[in-house]
């Protein structure tokens, strides 16, 4: 079940993650660690960031479950009725942030002020325009999820991601903030669009065979009604909490002064590469089979034990390969142009502390996957919470203290997370397998004080050859992942 699928999906997720980093290069390099930086990373993560907490997994985990259960009419006819509202909904919310933007902009990013402030609003009013659109691609892109459809759901950002690109590089040039807020916008616009072709086009190949005159209208009693309000709201709650999580960190830390929110959107950029690349990859590819076990009446023990295993070794590599060779790959990608060895030495340190939330985040990523397929969305919803309130507690503002606090925070939410599947979840976690990356990985951490000040290819070869020992190990030790990796 895995490996095929996922040999496609990492293709395609790996060329989308590329340009992404490419991005984040080339906004580094003609933007720094400035205010104008601050306002580009709230214009263009605003539209992806509505739309992840006001749909993101909720689609997933509301739809996913119920759609296991549809005839083809049924579903199509569910996908559409799914559209209109958060396309209603993505329109509200992009004439509330046009009509009063200074409302979000104390929130996204208050450490911005000044004569940068006017320019900040006016590149939000262009994200918004954004946010219905982002919010469409979600639904199809969850349809595209239901079928396992993996050439749509990761091609999907290829063109998008080029388009931002391009309307960057083509921003660069421009010295007032005013031109630059005019072309990132029709960037994002456009982008946003080609991405909406590319679903649209995928969408077609699914359209399901009309109904014959003789046989009932299937479809009827679904678009009367779709999953209960009460699972949407429980959906909606168990996605924003965690997409809040970061920014909630996001806020604080960019109170601390200028730069500090494009600081840290690189470096944790850095640790979202791994987790998007492999934990989501596993838990994305697992939660149709959860799904769909649990609607024909069988038990998913073995698919949720193989998600364990493969998600927390994964997490377990990608920790350690940060930790240890975060200062060469910083440089490598952010080294350059308006970044100082002072700013690339800053945002590797944070990126190197932020790896150790890969570890609860690769168990929090399958836990929530059980929860959504035993409609125990309100406990998942719960543990986010009690994360998010952890994160507040600590109050703290630099950025180093704020990527230990999040850490703390998402081992807070793991514990809730386990309690409330422990009938599910307890008996499939493979515990002594588990511990054999965790032990490896606690060892080559120890590497990082000899590897500091040598070269950064020794570094990164150290780095590659620690992370392979860590996968081949826990492959060679560990029966569920041989089987897993052999489906």
């Excluded at 009509?99 to 911005?112: E, F, M, N, R, Y």
């Excluded at 982008?191 to 679903?199: I, K, N």
Aim: net charge positive; proline share 6%.
């Amino acid at each position: 079940m895995y490996l095929r699928a996922a040999v496609i999906s990492m293709g395609l997720l790996l060329l989308s993650r590329v340009l992404g980093l490419l991005r984040e290069s080339v906004q580094a390099y003609s933007f720094g660690t400035t205010a104008v930086a601050d306002m580009v990373v709230v214009m263009l993560t605003l539209p992806d960031l509505a739309s992840t907490i006001l749909a993101g997994g909720a689609l997933s985990y509301a739809l996913l479950p119920w759609w296991a259960r549809q005839t083809p009419q049924a579903l199509a006819a569910s996908q559409r009725r799914t559209s209109h509202i958060f396309l209603a909904v993505g329109v509200a919310l992009a004439a509330w942030v046009l009509l009063w933007p200074q409302v979000l902009s104390t929130v996204l990013a208050p450490g911005v002020g000044g004569d940068m402030l006017p320019q900040l609003r006016a590149g939000m009013r262009w994200a918004a325009l954004a946010v219905p659109l982002s919010l469409l691609t979600l639904v199809w892109y969850t349809r595209l999820q239901h079928e396992r459809d993996v050439v749509g759901m990761y091609g999907m950002n290829v063109v998008h991601t080029g388009v931002v690109i391009g309307a960057m590089l083509l921003a660069a040039g421009m010295a007032q903030p005013s031109a630059i807020v005019l072309a990132l916008g029709a960037g994002l616009l456009l982008a946003f669009v080609m991405r909406l072709s590319f679903l649209a086009w995928r969408l077609r190949r699914l359209q399901p065979a009309p109904l014959a005159q003789h046989e009932p209208d299937q479809a009827g009693e679904l678009i009367k009604g779709l999953p209960h309000w009460k699972i949407w709201c429980w959906a909606l709650l168990a996605t924003a909490a965690p997409a809040a999580f970061p920014l909630l960190a996001r806020s604080l830390v960019s109170g601390s002064g200028e730069g500090a929110l494009a600081t840290f959107s690189y470096a944790w950029k850095l640790v979202e590469l791994p987790n998007q690349l492999a934990i989501q990859v596993v838990a994305t590819l697992a939660f149709p089979a959860f799904t769909r076990a649990f609607a024909a009446g069988r038990e998913f023990t073995v698919q949720l034990r193989a998600a364990f295993m493969l998600a927390w070794t994964l997490a377990c590599a990608a920790a350690l390969a940060l930790w240890l060779g975060a200062v060469p790959l910083t440089r490598l990608l952010f080294g350059w142009g308006r970044m100082g060895p002072e700013q690339v030495a800053e945002v590797a340190y944070w990126a190197a502390l932020g790896a150790w939330t890969l570890l609860p985040q690769a168990l929090m990523a399958v836990l929530v996957l059980v929860l959504a397929t035993l409609g125990r969305l309100p406990a998942a919803a719960l543990a986010y919470l009690a994360a998010l309130a952890a994160l507040a507690a600590f109050g703290v503002q630099q950025g180093p203290a704020m990527m230990l606090a999040m850490t703390l925070g998402l081992c807070v939410a793991v514990v809730l997370l386990l309690w409330a599947a422990r009938d599910q979840a307890l008996p499939a976690l493979p515990w002594r397998e588990m511990a054999v990356p965790a032990l490896l990985c606690a060892a080559g951490a120890g590497l990082r004080p000899w590897l500091a000040g040598q070269h950064p290819v020794l570094i990164l070869a150290a780095t590659g050859f620690a992370a392979a020992l860590l996968l081949a190990g826990s492959y060679l030790a560990s029966p569920v992942l041989k089987a897993a990796l052999k489906r």
